[in-house]
């Protein structure tokens, strides 16, 4: 209950110090003369972001229910002699508590990976002095193109953050080159891992809407979450990818095309050796569109899958979570998407059929479901399911049980 209070009154600090700080900033702010300056003319970072998550899975006594509240709040100070900082603290607070937190199983409720946290969660300094270059040093979000390899899990209450060095290069007009180097990370269950992680990540934007990309994800780091049952999980993952929309008339054709091979690095096991391909495409028009894709993680016989330890799986292989660690046999995942708008309701639905890429396993299906509404500018609400039916029954730990996620979620950003 204390913890409660102190939450609520939290947020009502938060609300008033956003309202007044947004009556002082109705006009242009002028550049910063001197570091007061610099923060007085800065910005509020606000979040707040309830939610409602019930989950029934096969095989646990009760369901979970859990009602959860984050707080995101800081501050950006205007940019001084091309400098800039950006400090951001995070409040995860338990509403109820009738749910497994994770990350270890529990025998009677669902994993809600939700955990208590109250900590700083981005603290960095940013450097724009140099044409057409940014500098960033400390705690940071990160995604990079559509999250599959790296991403912030925004999803999840607690994100994944990552300390170190990131450097963006925009000179060259259509092309993006970037560089980062991390030797901390902190996961969706406020865990800190020391890393030793360097990406390389090129872009080139040929046409709009249409981007090639290569990269370079390295990451000697023995834990990583991934539960492949190896003591260390150091991998290097290099690939390419081409994603794009093709204008005819009022429409647009839709393609993703990509390839990536993941090997051992650092000091990982050397078993670790898969590749992975995404093919797939559609048609859309405005903020409506259909598309059927198919996305293999692929096996190395049986010994180790393709894994993205560094990536928010949640938004791939269905929205129930039960493939965030890829199954040793792998996974071929065919799949349909569709979303479509009417008035200011968006809706999304997904249908997926999970296979094996060796021993001839079906996995399952899923049926995801998605509708959110702008009840403002700065407040939306959004209703999301998740159903997986189980296929072929793996053993012991391995099993994927059938599953109903159901969220309901509010967020207001300021």
Known sequence: MNRLRTTMTGFALAATLAVSCHAADDGARPPATGLIDAFVGGKLLLNLRPRIEWVEQDGKTENAFAMTNRTLMGWETAPWQGVSVTAQL???????GRFNEGPAASAN???????DNTDINQLYVDYAGLTGT????GRQSLKLDNVRFVGNVEFRQIM????????ENRTVPGLELDYGHFDRVKNIFAQQRQTDIDLFRAAWTWRPDNVLVGFAYLQDQAVTGQA???ADNGNRIVGVRANGAWPIGDWKILYTAEYASQDAYGGGDRRIDARYQRLGGGVGQGRSFVRLDYDRLGSNGGQYAFQTPLGTNHLFQGWADQFLTTPVQGIRDLYLTVATRWHDLQFQAEAHDFRSDVASLRYGSEIDLGVAYPFSSQLTGKVEVARFQEGDVLPGAARKPDTTRIWVTATFQW
Do not use: E, K
Not at 134 to 137: G, K, V
Not at 160 to 167: D, K, Y
């Open 134 to 137: 940014r500098i960033r040093l």
């Open 90 to 96: 995070i409040d995860v607070a338990h509403l109820n």
């Open 228 to 230: 492949t049952g190896f």
């Open 109 to 115: 409720y669902p994993v809600v990976a939700d955990p």
């Open 160 to 167: 994944q953050v990552f300390t170190g060095l990131w450097i």
